[in-house]
Nanobody
Framework: QKQVVESGGGLVQPGGSLKLSCAAS???????MAWYRQAPGKQREFVAI???????QYADSVKGRFTISSGTGNNMVDLQMSSLTPEDTAVYYC????????????????WGQGTQVTVSS
């Protein structure tokens, strides 16, 4: 079965750091891995992405503070977060873009259940 599992969330003080990890399994031909977040009362927003070719892109709000990278295993992605502020408080979701089947032109988004990050003193 296809699975997407996030981990690493928790409570951190302003200015602190956290590392989120995502492990995906059961996928073929993953095209990109990304992180999104959703704060209470707000829409889900893009945070960072890394493509299968190694291209990285970040939301303006996290540039210079967050780093996305491939994990130690296949279909794993990490998000290193530094200089955290209360505005970073949100549920963080791992997003796996993958073909529904080998060589298909259709690519689907696959989401984990999310991990809570709370930045507060």
């Amino acid at each position: 079965q296809k699975q997407v599992v996030e981990s690493g969330g928790g409570l951190v003080q302003p200015g602190g750091s956290l590392k989120l990890s995502c492990a995906a399994s059961g996928f073929s031909q993953v095209t990109a891995m990304a992180w999104y977040r959703q704060a209470p009362g707000k829409q889900r927003e893009f945070v960072a992405i890394i493509t299968s070719t190694g291209i990285k892109q970040y939301a303006d709000s996290v540039k210079g503070r967050f780093t996305i990278s491939s994990g130690t295993g296949n279909n794993m992605v990490d998000l290193q977060m530094s200089s955290l502020t209360p505005e970073d408080t949100a549920v963080y979701y791992c997003n796996i873009r993958a073909r529904a089947r080998a060589f298909s032109v259709t690519i689907y988004d696959n989401w984990g259940q999310g991990t809570q990050v709370t930045v507060s003193s």
